[in-house]
């Protein structure tokens, strides 16, 4: 199982993510944000409160909104560690 090591809310509802295994990819959470359970992080003051949690998650806790590493893993695209 993958795990983060680190997470970075970027610019345009994008989050960069550092797994386990040493591999850094970026996701781009936008798509999510049509989704009812995903809007109130579409206002980028909130998108920029995320943080990990143990490493299985990120979450806005304020909002009881997550995800997991895994699924950060499946929607993200690798990135060459200096191209962010």
């Excluded at 040493?22 to 109130?40: Q, S, T, Y």
């Excluded at 206002?43 to 009881?64: C, L, Q, R």
Aim: aromatic share 10%; charged share 25%; glycine share 2%.
């Amino acid at each position: 199982m993958k795990t983060l090591t680190n997470i970075k809310p970027l610019s345009n509802f994008r989050v960069e993510c550092m797994f386990s295994n040493g591999v850094k990819k970026v996701a781009d959470l936008k798509p999510l944000l049509e989704k009812e359970a995903f809007r109130p992080i579409a206002d980028p003051h909130v998108f920029a409160s995320a943080i990990t949690n143990k490493g299985y998650f990120i979450e806005w806790k304020d909002f009881d909104i997550d995800l997991s590493a895994e699924t950060l893993w499946h929607i993200s695209t690798k990135v060459a560690l200096d191209e962010t």
